[in-house]
């Protein structure tokens, strides 16, 4: 009963700004690691950013210094602040999260339906 819902995408121009939101609902224990990956027409699903419950950030080296990921822990919702985009930026961004529910205390991972970010030049 657990629900990711990502929301933000769109169309913009190069060098233009995009946030994404994923909120998580439902039987929700606790999440732990949350996470964006993004598929390119043609490409495979890779990990654009993660963050852990701790805080702890990663980002794939294309998006290093223009992408920044954070969460509200009180809100379950995870955020991509996407600055300076790129054409090749342009995917299909998902949702991710590792989460326990209260029937079941395994992190399992959990994924939105993900929203559109075209970057235009």
């Known amino acids: 009963q657990v629900q990711l819902v990502e929301s933000g995408g769109g169309l913009v121009q190069a060098g233009g700004s995009l946030r994404l939101s994923c909120v998580a609902s439902g039987t929700i224990f606790s999440i732990n690691a949350m996470a964006w990956y993004r598929q390119a027409p043609g490409k495979q699903r890779e990990l654009v950013a993660s963050i852990t419950s701790g805080g702890s950030t990663n980002y794939t080296s294309p998006v290093k210094g223009r992408f920044t990921i954070s969460r509200d822990i009180v809100k379950n919702t995870v955020y991509l602040q996407m600055n300076s985009l790129k054409p090749e930026d342009t995917a299909v961004y998902f949702c991710?999260?590792?989460?326990?529910?209260?029937?079941?205390?395994?992190?399992?991972?959990?994924w939105g339906q993900g929203t559109q970010v075209t970057v235009s030049s």
């Open positions: 991710n999260a590792g989460i326990k529910t209260w029937y079941d205390q395994r992190h399992f991972d959990y």
